[in-house]
């Protein structure tokens, strides 16, 4: 019954008692009529676990203690007073971040050409798809998503600044091997004594001057990133047009000004950014390939728990969870690096780590939570959750000093964490004004591993040591 309806019944009741003490009953009779049937509603407004309140008459304060007070045994008893022991932490604590995956940076590349030109052809693959029931594979041209290897053609162009420049450079090689047949004539000649000295030095200027065009358009084709084998191959070319092979000019003029655009890594096409026909020019991303084996965690973590993680040796586990799949099997990466700026408006720092992603179930940018396993802190003792007394200003425990005496000291304590029917006290003081800054430095004070803390009748205790308290300050 609640209190609301106690009150009702009282007041029905007093009303019958009012109209029958006018008539027939005496005043005395109502009386007691009213008083016994307060008392039964009360009793069964009461919960099943109420104890009778302590007897101040009988209870006492310990002189000598701050906070503790003294019962009698059979008082301790009727009130069913139990106790457990305060322990050190032990259980690891979890901190949990959120997040996001994003690409490792490391393991992405950006396609670009070396020259400008129009593209004349897609590079092409077996599709994965086709030839699964029996049938023929298909080859057909790459296109998003699709899986390429590390130096695969991903497109073919053909660049009138590579046909020129590899003219220039054919032109180049040409005329030293013309000024150097010259200057051995010349050489002959002035050793002959038919050519004067003049024409000879002339000779050996003109190779120098040839020398030094080839080397001007080799530097030019090497600031484009010709490798040597492809160098070599313009140089082999210059030679071989000496030949008089059709068949071989033909094959030159069709790879001439050929630029072919291959995969720098084994990886997913993400973005394919070309036609054919199209004019494409140097600064553009032509591809984008990302190898998606391995993926980085960007998790925030608040300022105030900033410090916990900076604590821990580097790098750290940590668990990953997709937020869309929370069923899902966690995956264990590691945290590397702590960023060095705090987020101005969420007051947050970025930690980052790589997580395997062998499967491919994960996706750059999925929401995940990260959560990282910390040590016991310091300093923090565990109790049953049913020792903490709370009125919303403060936190306080009951402990038994000494098991053999019925004596009952108050501690002040702050809960760090609850966790099912356990709390877990920080080992400083719940301070809630000046007078408490003396208890702050008395150590005594202070709840401690193997105290005796009282799980059972501590509410009664708290209620008892505050009217003595009140009844002591009155006798002042």
Known sequence: MSRRAVFLTVAALLGVAAVAAVRFVRPSQVAAIVQSTVAAAQRKARPASYHKPVERSRAELVPDQKDALRLPVDV???????????????????????????????????????????????????????????????????????????????????????????????????????EKETLTRQETLFKDEATPERNLREARR??????????????????????????????????????????????REKSWARVELRAPLTGNLLEINLAVGDIVATDADLFKVA??????????????????????????QWTIRLKAEPSSPPIVGTAEKIGDLIDPNQHT?????????????????????????????????????????????????FIQPDPGQTVYAMRRVTVARRSGATATIRRTLALGSEKDSAEARDAAALLQPGDQVVTSGAVELRAALAGLQDDATTDK
């Open 76 to 178: 301790a008893t009727t009130l069913g007073i139990t106790t457990k022991t305060a322990q050190g932490s032990q259980r690891s604590r979890s901190l949990v971040l959120s997040g996001s995956l994003a690409l490792d940076t490391s393991r992405l590349a950006h396609v670009h050409t070396r020259f400008s030109g129009e593209v004349v052809e897609l590079g092409t693959i077996t599709d994965p798809t086709s030839g699964t029931d029996g049938g023929q594979a298909v080859v057909r041209p790459i296109r998003f998503g699709d899986h390429v290897e590390k130096g695969q053609i991903l497109a073919v162009l053909w660049s009138s600044d590579l046909g020129e420049k590899k003219s220039e450079y054919i032109e180049a090689l040409s005329r030293v091997r013309m």
């Open 206 to 251: 003109a190779v120098e001057s040839s020398q030094i065009a080839v080397a001007r358009v080799e530097r030019t084709l090497r600031s484009w990133r010709l490798s040597d084998a492809e160098i070599a191959a313009i140089r082999t070319e210059s030679e071989g047009m000496h030949k008089k092979d059709a068949k071989g000019d033909l094959d």
């Open 291 to 316: 190898d998606l084996s391995t993926l980085r965690v960007w998790a925030y973590v608040y300022e105030e728990d900033l410090p916990t993680l900076l604590g821990l040796p580097k790098p750290f």
């Open 349 to 397: 720092a970025l930690v980052v780590g790589p997580v395997e992603n062998p499967d491919g179930r994960m996706r750059a940018g999925q929401f995940i939570t990260a959560q990282v396993e910390l040590p016991p802190e310091d300093g923090e003792i565990e109790i049953p959750i049913a020792a903490l007394v709370e009125d919303g200003q403060e936190s306080i425990v």
